[in-house]
């Protein structure tokens, strides 16, 4: 993965980095419910293993039967 330019200082952000923050704040926001429902140890279990299916290569989610 290569890393884009950094923009100069106080440049306004670029299509990318403002998806970025919404996808950011889409993971805080169902985080912050995951807590709520299970627990903190179960919500870092998930995104953990979701980080290493994610480094593995891995498909996220269980497969849909047909």
């Known amino acids: 993965m290569t890393q884009a330019p950094t923009p100069p200082p106080n440049s ?3 299509e990318e980095e403002r998806s970025k ?3 950011f704040e889409k993971v805080g926001v169902l985080a912050q419910e995951m ?3 299970h627990g903190r140890e ?3 279990g998930t995104l953990v293993l979701a980080a290493r299916f994610i480094a593995d290569g ?3 989610g269980r497969p849909k039967s047909s």
Do not use: G, L, N, S
């Open 58 to 60: 891995k498909p996220i």
């Open 12 to 14: 306004p952000p670029t």
């Open 35 to 37: 807590i709520e429902a």
């Open 42 to 44: 179960f919500t870092m």
């Open 21 to 23: 923050d919404r996808f």
